[in-house]
């Protein structure tokens, strides 16, 4: 795909007319637009082979973030999300990284940790030297459970074995398999090799093994992202660019110090990165674990990007665990994430992973810039008081009526919603 991302005007065009953008742009079929319009796609009957006591299907708005380029490529970002302003924020901040030259990221092998406790061991510094000795056994062992991904050049790469020597119930032993899980995120695949290779752990130990489960911690599996923007493009209404910029840098250094401050300016980051997992089909509770405890990585929660001032340029990185697949899972299940993967045209996971953490970067750069200058609720307003209008009860034309009363007396509130509501039901 070498179109472009940058789309002027595509959220004035009515729904069908943004499908039928989408189909032209990414050579969709009829049926792949209907599974992204939510004409078609998951229906009760897959969705009851996918989870237990199934009911019905759940839905959730999905938009297309634009403007995105990354490596020097352009990307329309699938985003599965109910928060208003998250989708508007990503394209936005898009646009302003696009004129520093896009976004530049990089990651690591997909490295995923899968741990197994072992207890009951008589002397662990002992039991860890005989499990090291016989690494090359027991990688060969967890090799042999999925002969699939090991011919796609995946597969247990190494092991480690850490003593913990104060947990609550005296020592154990935590042996970690690192494996490459290519492009599935890799939970089911890792657990396997574990389940396998766990009675010889034990055996090698002399110990009892219990938990066999990857760690979502996925800190050899890191995605990054740059981004540059130019000052000058920072300025609107009457803060200029260099004072939005400064105002970004003492922001994030709010999140860097302050753990309280960090939760909301990580969730900000969350905010697009879950919305691009979900759409995709991942695990988000994954990506969120992941995501905190690397944050806390240090003893102390801290913000998982960064901003500084360079000359005329903000520059902002972002850096997290990203175990996200392009197969397994619900990636090729789920109607909709198999279309949104088309969309975006990733190739890889480590691509997914990466363009993930260009969105996450975006979205983080959306809520400085607003928050460092007029507040986020200007912007957030007319989003926000629609969402009440609605859940007041109002359809078709009244919401916008419901909506410009609540604006312009500035009171946003469910009860107002329902007053105004009641009142203009009983004029017409
Ligand atoms: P999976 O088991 O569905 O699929 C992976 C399989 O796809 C591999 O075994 C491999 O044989 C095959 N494959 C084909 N082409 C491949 C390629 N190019 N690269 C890699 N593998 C390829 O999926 P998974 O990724 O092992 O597990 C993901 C699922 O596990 C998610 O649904 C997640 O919710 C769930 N899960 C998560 C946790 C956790 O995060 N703690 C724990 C258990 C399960």
Same mark, same amino acid.
């Given at each position: 795909?070498?179109?472009?991302?940058?789309?002027?005007?595509?959220?004035?065009?009515?729904?069908?007319?943004?499908?039928?953008?989408?189909?032209?742009?990414?050579?969709?079929?009829?049926?792949?637009?209907?599974?992204?319009?939510?004409?078609?796609?998951?229906?009760?009957?897959?969705?009851?082979?996918?989870?237990?006591?199934?009911?019905?299907?759940?839905?959730?708005?999905?938009?297309?973030?634009?403007?995105?380029?990354?490596?020097?490529?352009?990307?329309?970002?699938?985003?599965?999300?109910?928060?208003?302003?998250?989708?508007?924020?990503?394209?936005?901040?898009?646009?302003?990284?696009?004129?520093?030259?896009?976004?530049?990221?990089?990651?690591?092998?997909? !490295?995923?940790? @899968?741990?197994?406790?072992?207890? &009951? /061991? +008589?002397?662990?510094?002992?039991?860890?030297?005989?499990?090291? =000795? #016989?690494?090359?056994?027991?990688?060969?062992?967890?090799?042999?459970?999925?002969?699939?991904?090991?011919?796609?050049?995946?597969?247990?790469?190494?092991?480690?074995?850490?003593?913990?020597?104060?947990?609550?119930?005296?020592?154990?032993?935590?042996?970690?398999?690192?494996?490459?899980?290519?492009?599935?995120?890799?939970?089911?695949?890792?657990?396997?090799?574990?389940?396998?290779?766990?009675?010889?752990?034990?055996?090698?130990?002399?110990?009892?093994?219990?938990?066999?489960?990857?760690?979502?911690?996925?800190?050899?599996?890191?995605?990054?992202?740059?981004?540059?923007?130019?000052?000058?493009? !920072?300025?609107? @209404?009457?803060?200029?660019?260099? &004072? /939005? +910029?400064?105002?970004?840098?003492?922001?994030?250094?709010?999140? =860097? #110090?302050?753990?309280?401050?960090?939760?909301?300016?990580?969730?900000?980051?969350?905010?697009?990165?879950?919305?691009?997992?979900?759409?995709?089909?991942?695990?988000?509770?994954?990506?969120?674990?992941?995501?905190?405890?690397?944050?806390?990585?240090?003893?102390?929660?801290?913000?998982?990007?960064?901003?500084?001032?360079?000359?005329?340029?903000?520059?902002?990185?972002?850096?997290?665990?990203?175990?996200?697949?392009?197969?397994?899972?619900?990636?090729?299940?789920?109607?909709?994430?198999?279309?949104?993967?088309?969309?975006?045209?990733?190739?890889?996971?480590?691509?997914?992973?990466?363009?993930?953490?260009?969105? @996450?970067?975006?979205?983080?750069?959306?809520?400085?810039?607003?928050?460092?200058?007029?507040?986020?609720?200007?912007?957030?307003?007319?989003?926000?008081?629609?969402?009440?209008?609605?859940?007041?009860?109002?359809?078709?034309?009244?919401?916008?009526?419901?909506?410009?009363?609540?604006?312009?007396?500035?009171?946003?509130?469910?009860?107002?919603?329902?007053?105004?509501?009641?009142?203009?039901?009983?004029?017409?």
């Amino acid at each position: 795909m070498d179109k472009s991302s940058r789309l002027t005007g595509f959220y004035k065009l009515s729904l069908a007319e943004r499908v039928d953008w989408l189909k032209e742009f990414a050579g969709l079929t009829e049926e792949e637009a209907k599974a992204l319009s939510g004409a078609a796609g998951l229906g009760p009957d897959q969705a009851d082979h996918m989870v237990e006591n199934v009911v019905g299907v759940f839905g959730l708005p999905l938009g297309i973030a634009t403007n995105f380029v990354i490596n020097g490529r352009d990307y329309l970002i699938p985003m599965a999300i109910e928060e208003p302003s998250v989708v508007a924020g990503a394209s936005f901040a898009a646009r302003l990284v696009r004129e520093g030259g896009g976004f530049v990221t990089v990651s690591d092998e997909p !490295l995923m940790i @899968g741990q197994i406790q072992i207890l &009951d /061991v +008589a002397n662990p510094w002992a039991a860890r030297f005989e499990l090291l =000795a #016989a690494r090359g056994r027991l990688l060969a062992l967890a090799n042999e459970q999925d002969p699939v991904i090991v011919r796609l050049g995946g597969g247990a790469r190494d092991l480690e074995v850490r003593v913990l020597e104060n947990s609550p119930v005296g020592p154990m032993l935590a042996v970690h398999l690192i494996y490459d899980a290519r492009d599935a995120m890799g939970a089911n695949t890792v657990n396997t090799a574990l389940e396998a290779i766990a009675p010889v752990v034990a055996e090698i130990s002399g110990g009892r093994t219990l938990l066999r489960i990857l760690s979502n911690l996925a800190d050899r599996r890191l995605a990054r992202a740059k981004g540059v923007v130019p000052v000058q493009s !920072l300025a609107h @209404g009457e803060f200029s660019g260099q &004072d /939005v +910029a400064r105002g970004i840098m003492e922001a994030w250094a709010f999140a =860097a #110090a302050d753990p309280y401050r960090a939760a909301t300016h990580n969730k900000g980051i969350m905010n697009g990165v879950d919305a691009v997992v979900i759409a995709t089909g991942n695990d988000w509770r994954a990506i969120e674990a992941g995501a905190h405890s690397y944050a806390a990585r240090n003893g102390r929660y801290t913000a998982l990007s960064t901003w500084h001032v360079d000359g005329n340029n903000l520059v902002g990185t972002l850096e997290l665990p990203m175990a996200v697949g392009i197969v397994g899972g619900a990636t090729r299940v789920h109607p909709a994430a198999k279309v949104a993967l088309k969309l975006l045209g990733v190739a890889t996971a480590r691509e997914l992973a990466e363009v993930i953490a260009a969105v @996450g970067l975006a979205q983080n750069l959306a809520a400085l810039r607003a928050l460092a200058s007029e507040g986020i609720q200007r912007g957030h307003m007319k989003l926000h008081a629609r969402q009440v209008a609605i859940a007041a009860g109002a359809e078709g034309e009244l919401i916008e009526q419901v909506v410009q009363v609540m604006i312009r007396e500035k009171t946003i509130r469910l009860d107002r919603a329902e007053a105004i509501l009641n009142k203009l039901r009983a004029e017409s």
